[in-house]
C-alpha cells in the first residue's frame, strides 16, 4: 500500500463558495436527490469502499455526497488534469472526504492522485468497487495493482472511450470483474453526450476566447451523440457547421439536419473553428494544421487529447507557443496563428465547466444506480459488461420529468394491451434506437 494522504487540494479557503454552489446544484438534480430520499433508511452501499476517477466539478460533488448518503465510503481523484473546480474539491475536502484533485496539474500528479484512491483510511482499506471515466482508473488497478482486483465487486463506466476499453478487456479475456456501461443507458449519452455538449460546447469556446460566433465557420468532426450535440450548439449561436464523419448513416443524419458534410481537407482552409468529437486519434494531423488560416481555433471535445496531433505542434512550432491565459495557447504555423484551447484536452471542462448540473443528474442517477447494483448483486454477475435494465432507464427519465413541468400520458389498459407493453413500462423493445 502507500502512504496516507488524507486528501489534496488546491486551496480549502474556496470551500464555502463551493458548498454555495453545490446546494444550488442540487436544486436542479432531482435523480440524485430522489435516490438520497429512496435509500435513506435501506442504506444499499453500506460496507462499499468505492474510488471514483471522474472530473471533480460541482456536479459530482453532488454525486459524491449520494454515494455517501447511501451508505459508501469515497475516495475521488478527477480523470482530467484541467477538469476539476476547485471550489467543489475543496468543498468536498472539508467534510473529511479523500479527494485529490486540483485544476490544471502535471500527468504525474494525476498518476499521483489516482493512486491515492486505491486505499482508504489510516488502516490503508483497499476499495472494493471502482466508479470510472475513461478507464484510467481501471487500468491503473487492473495494471499495477492487479491483486487488488479479487477483493473489487464491480465497476461502472461513464463515457463512450471508457466503455470501448472495457470491451476490448472482455474480448482479451482480461476483465476480471464484472462492469455496467453507464455510458450506453438512453438517459446517458443520448442526453449528457447530446443535449451537455449542446450547452457546453459554445460556453468553453466563448469562454477562452469571447470571440462572436454567428457567422463563423465551424468545423465539427464526427456526428456521433456529442457530435449531434456539439453541431447544434454552434448552429444555435448562428455559426454555419460543416461536418466530418466516416460512418455514412451518421453522414446522412447530419446532411438530413441541415449540415453540409464534407471531409476536412475540403473545408479546411476557411475553417474559422475546429472541434473533434470523434474518440477516436489523429484527426487534425500536421498537413492540417499547415492548411488553416490565420486565427484559427482547434479544440477537441472528445476524452482524450489525441484527436489533435498536439505533439506534431509542439515537435515542430513548440517555440512560438505563446499562452495567452491558461488553457489558451496560440502558436504561430509559418506566419499564421493557430489558437489550441486545452492543450486538445476536452474542452468543455477545460474552458468551461462542463455540462450543467440537470443532465449530470441523469446520468449520475445511471451511475449511483449502477454502483447499488453491482455491489448488492454482485453474483447475479459474470465478468463481463452490462447495461442497467430499460425499467431502470425509464425509471432515471421518471425521476426528471417534474422539475421541468412534463406532463406524462399514461396508457390505458387496452391500448398497452394494442402495442404490446404494460401500462407501467418499459415501453420500448430493447432494439428501439431513440
Ligand atoms: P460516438 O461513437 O457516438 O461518436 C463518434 C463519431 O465519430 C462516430 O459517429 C464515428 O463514426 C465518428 N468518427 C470516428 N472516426 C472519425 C474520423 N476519422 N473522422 C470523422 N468522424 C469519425 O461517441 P460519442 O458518445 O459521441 O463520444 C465521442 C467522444 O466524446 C468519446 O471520447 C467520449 O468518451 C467523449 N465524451 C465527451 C463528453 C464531454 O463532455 N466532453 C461527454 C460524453 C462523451
Redesign the pocket.
Known amino acids: 500500500t502507500i502512504a496516507y494522504v488524507p486528501n489534496k487540494v488546491k486551496d480549502m479557503s474556496l470551500a464555502d463558495w463551493g458548498r454555495k454552489e453545490i446546494e444550488l446544484a442540487e436544486a436542479e438534480m432531482p435523480g440524485l436527490m430522489s435516490l438520497r430520499e429512496e435509500y435513506k433508511n435501506s442504506q444499499p452501499l453500506k460496507g462499499a469502499r468505492i474510488a471514483g476517477c471522474l472530473h471533480m466539478t460541482i456536479q459530482t460533488a453532488v454525486l459524491i455526497e449520494t454515494l455517501q448518503s447511501l451508505g459508501a465510503q469515497v475516495t475521488w481523484s478527477s480523470c482530467n488534469i484541467f477538469s476539476t473546480q476547485d471550489q467543489a474539491a475543496a468543498a468536498i475536502a472539508q467534510t473529511g472526504t479523500a479527494v485529490y484533485a486540483w485544476k490544471d496539474m502535471t500527468e504525474e500528479e494525476f498518476e499521483w492522485c489516482i493512486e491515492q484512491t486505491l486505499f482508504f483510511g489510516e488502516d490503508r482499506q483497499p476499495l472494493n468497487m471502482i466508479l470510472d471515466d475513461?478507464g484510467d482508473l481501471t487500468n491503473m488497478v487492473l495494471d499495477k495493482y492487479p491483486e487488488l482486483a479479487a477483493g473489487i465487486n464491480g465497476l461502472s463506466e461513464e463515457?463512450?472511450?471508457?466503455v470501448h476499453r472495457l470491451y476490448e478487456r472482455v474480448k482479451a479475456g482480461t476483465l476480471p470483474m464484472p462492469a455496467i456501461n453507464v455510458?450506453d443507458s438512453v438517459t446517458k449519452?443520448k442526453f449528457?453526450?447530446k443535449y451537455?455538449?449542446r450547452e457546453?460546447a459554445v460556453d468553453a469556446v466563448r469562454r477562452a476566447t469571447d470571440i462572436m460566433l454567428a457567422g463563423k465557420r465551424v468545423i465539427v468532426?464526427?456526428?456521433?451523440?456529442?457530435?449531434?450535440g456539439t453541431a447544434a450548439s454552434f448552429k444555435g449561436a448562428g455559426s454555419i457547421v460543416t461536418v466530418?464523419?466516416?460512418?455514412p448513416i451518421?453522414a446522412l443524419q447530419a446532411a438530413m439536419d441541415g449540415f453540409e458534410v464534407k471531409k476536412?481537407e475540403t473545408v479546411i482552409k476557411t475553417a474559422d473553428i475546429i472541434i473533434t468529437?470523434?474518440?477516436?486519434k489523429?484527426?487534425v494531423r500536421g498537413e492540417h494544421f499547415k492548411a488553416m488560416k490565420d486565427k484559427t481555433i482547434v479544440c477537441n471535445?472528445?476524452?482524450?487529447d489525441n484527436e489533435i496531433q498536439v505533439s506534431w505542434l509542439n515537435d515542430n512550432y513548440g517555440d512560438t507557443k505563446n499562452t495567452i491565459k491558461p488553457q489558451v495557447d496560440k502558436y504561430t504555423i509559418d506566419g499564421k496563428d493557430i489558437i489550441l484551447l486545452a492543450e486538445g484536452r476536452?474542452?468543455?471542462?477545460g474552458c468551461a465547466t462542463?455540462?450543467p448540473s440537470f443532465v449530470m443528474s441523469n446520468s449520475f442517477t445511471n451511475q449511483t444506480l449502477a454502483q447499488i447494483e453491482l455491489w448488492t448483486n454482485r453474483d447475479a454477475y459474470e465478468n463481463q459488461v452490462y447495461m442497467l435494465p430499460k425499467y431502470l432507464d425509464e425509471k432515471v427519465a421518471k425521476l426528471h420529468l417534474a422539475k421541468i413541468g412534463v406532463e406524462l400520458t399514461e396508457l390505458e389498459q387496452y391500448q398497452a394491451e394494442y402495442i404490446g407493453v404494460k401500462v407501467e413500462g418499459p415501453f420500448k423493445p430493447e432494439y428501439y434506437r431513440y
Open positions: 475513461g463515457t463512450t472511450t471508457g455510458n449519452s449528457d453526450n451537455g455538449c457546453s468532426c464526427g456526428y456521433g451523440d456529442v457530435g449531434k466530418t464523419e466516416i460512418d451518421c476536412l468529437t470523434t474518440g477516436n489523429d484527426i471535445i472528445g476524452h482524450f476536452l474542452v468543455n471542462l462542463g455540462h
